[in-house]
Nanobody
Framework: QVRLVESGGGLVQAGGSLRLSCAASGSIFSMAVMGWYRQAPGKQREPVAIISSSGSTNYADSVKGRFTISRDNAKNTVYLQMSSLKVEDTAVYYC????????WGQGTQVTVSS
């Protein structure tokens, strides 16, 4: 079982930036698809950004041009750089790993104030 630990959430004003990190245990990280998802109050969890083992990325339309997902296989860590944050980006952000199985992190709260 892979354990995922997110960090970097917090409170930021609209227009500001945050960087989320997700550290994974185990030796399969470099072969796994990694993703960031978010869930706002009263809404379903939705994908934000995905990065493949080769580094290909996909983004939700709502974050394109503002968020960047990246990975450091040497550190077993995936990042989400968030810029130009909007109030509607407020949510709990979850890290997910897919490698023949799926695991989720515990989530980190991001709150964007107006």
């Amino acid at each position: 079982q892979v354990r995922l630990v997110e960090s970097g959430g917090g409170l930021v004003q609209a227009g500001g930036s945050l960087r989320l990190s997700c550290a994974a245990s185990g030796s399969i990280f470099s072969m796994a698809v990694m993703g960031w998802y978010r869930q706002a109050p009263g809404k379903q969890r939705e994908p934000v950004a995905i990065i493949s083992s080769s580094g290909s990325t996909n983004y939700a339309d709502s974050v394109k041009g503002r968020f960047t997902i990246s990975r450091d296989n040497a550190k077993n860590t995936v990042y989400l750089q968030m810029s130009s944050l909007k109030v509607e980006d407020t949510a709990v952000y979850y890290c997910r790993i897919d490698s023949g199985f799926t695991s989720w992190g515990q989530g980190t709260q991001v709150t964007v104030s107006s």
